[in-house]
């Protein structure tokens, strides 16, 4: 599986963004999809995941309530839906896929990453 981050940018505090994370390969529905992120001189941290039938999602506690993940098999492509951005939200964001099916929040359980996309967020 190869996955390809998009729709990071500039926003201002409050703002809102979509990520999205395009998938190769036809098993892409039967994997777990988690999206991560890191800031600078920081570790990367788990912000949200989602089975691969969308019928369950976890969030960080950071984001929950502000921030959406869902996705779409059809066209092997899961989102980040990004409400009331802060500007702690500043960092490079990287989907992830998890085979087991688990969308677990430890990243070292993911098999296959994406190239990141950064989201800055001014105050």
């Known amino acids: 599986v190869q996955l390809q981050a998009s729709g990071g940018g500039l926003v201002q505090a409050g703002g809102s963004l979509r990520l999205s994370c395009a998938a190769s390969?036809?098993?892409?529905?039967?994997?777990?999809m988690g999206w991560f992120r890191q800031a600078p001189g920081e570790e990367r941290e788990f912000v949200a995941a989602?089975?691969?039938?969308?019928?369950?999602?976890y969030y960080a506690d950071s984001v929950q309530g502000r921030f959406t993940i869902s996705r779409d098999n059809a066209k092997n492509t899961v989102y980040l839906q990004m409400n009331s951005l802060k500007p702690e939200d500043t960092a490079v964001y990287y989907c992830?896929?998890?085979?087991?099916?688990?969308?677990?929040?430890?990243?070292?359980?993911?098999?296959?990453w994406g190239q990141g996309t950064q989201v800055t967020v001014s105050s």
């Open positions: 992830a896929a998890d085979p087991q099916d688990i969308a677990t929040i430890k990243g070292d359980e993911y098999d296959y």
């Open positions: 390969g036809r098993t892409f529905s039967s994997y777990a």
């Open positions: 989602i089975t691969w039938s969308g019928g369950s999602t």
